[in-house]
């Protein structure tokens, strides 16, 4: 199913660009609900799953992405395989079926982590996202409408990417969001 996605994808790929596709062809969409894009008037914005509002800031979210010359299925998927230098693990995690299972593969014991990962990660995270919310006009638009509110990875399951569920996090993910958010609002003046 993955590679039927893909190859209908980059059919359209030839006369659209990413952010002209239709909002019912992205997988995302064909599972979980469209976040209504409002002017969100709110302080803060906390989102973690995908079938949650504002799922669609998630990495788990099926957005599928073309990076290094390959289609990844997700941001997730592209992230974790970023974890290694070996072609061979990047293109097991590549084709992992879910970002969950693409997480699982990565994290496994015992897997050659790439010596240089925690020097490169926040990079790599920033990089990854910035060409998601640049690739899909509809979430070029969902992130602008959050406006100024502080958006947190609000979760207990990671204190380096969220904010640890009490705000107490790192909560990277969420400031790499606000950085992309201001340059597209720079972007638009």
């Not at 010359?69 to 592209?78: A, L, N, P, Q, R």
């Not at 490169?120 to 959050?146: A, C, N």
């Not at 406006?147 to 990277?172: F, L, P, V």
Request: aromatic share 12%; net charge neutral; proline share 4%.
């Amino acid at each position: 199913m993955k590679k039927t996605i893909f190859i209908s994808l980059l059919a359209l790929i030839s006369t659209l660009t990413l952010a002209d596709i239709e909002l019912d062809t992205i997988p995302h969409y064909k599972i979980y609900p469209r976040t209504p894009i409002v002017n969100y008037d709110k302080e803060l914005l906390d989102f973690y799953s995908v079938k949650d509002a504002y799922g669609e800031f998630s990495n788990f979210a099926l957005f599928p992405l073309i990076l290094d010359g390959k289609d990844w299925t997700s941001s997730e998927h592209y992230f974790q395989a970023q974890k290694f230098l070996d072609p061979e693990i990047q293109e097991k995690i590549r084709d992992a079926k879910t970002p969950y299972d693409a997480a699982v593969l990565a994290r496994a014991k015992g897997m050659p982590v790439r010596e240089d990962w925690k020097e490169v990660r926040d990079e790599i995270m920033e990089r990854v996202v910035r060409e998601k919310f640049t690739s899909y006009s509809v979430l070029r638009e969902l992130l602008l409408s959050t406006n100024s509110a502080k958006i947190y990875e609000h979760t207990k399951n990671d204190c380096y990417w969220a904010d640890c569920g009490d705000r107490t996090g790192k909560n990277k993910l969420g400031h790499i969001l606000e950085k992309i958010r201001q340059e597209l609002k720079n972007k638009n003046k």
